[in-house]
């Protein structure tokens, strides 16, 4: 009676292991979100729900290898592409109280210079953004960031 119980206790626990696994999916954990930066439109609107609403799907995608920031201040300063990654992505789900506005400055097949303005309550942020078609993506290759 014993071996009955056990059996039936095994049994029991490797269904339910087997539909916890199941409703994860296969590979759950290992697959990452793709964001659509089919054209620049979209990897502009990607970069501005990164860097003022706090979005992480996508981060590594939308920024291309040699991506570089500089801030305009009293102490101008560079960042590289990891540093400005890992900043945002700690940002997550963060959204920033500014009204924000987009102008397309020059934009051509391969290329796009737009200029992001976030307007907080005391200050004033522009971000000049310059995109490039790598590929059959578009990603962020420079943003250089001024204050008023």
Request: proline residues 1%.
């Amino acid at each position: 009676m014993k071996t009955l119980v056990k059996t039936f206790a095994a049994a029991a626990l490797i269904a339910v292991s087997t539909f916890a696994i199941a409703a994860e999916g296969p590979g759950a954990k290992a697959t990452k979100t793709n964001v659509n930066l089919s054209t620049a439109d979209f990897a502009l609107e990607h970069y501005v729900a990164v860097t003022t609403e706090g979005e992480s799907a996508g981060v590594e995608q939308l920024f291309a290898e040699g991506f570089n920031q500089k801030i305009q201040a009293t102490n101008a300063q560079s960042n590289s592409r990891s540093e400005v990654v890992k900043s945002l992505k700690k940002q997550k789900g963060e959204k920033l109280n500014c009204t924000v506005s987009t102008d397309i400055i020059e934009e051509s097949a391969d290329y796009m210079v737009a200029k992001v303005t976030l307007k907080f309550e005391n200050f004033t942020k522009t971000d000049l953004v310059i995109l490039e078609r790598v590929g059959n993506d578009w990603k962020v290759s420079k943003s250089i960031n001024s204050y008023k």
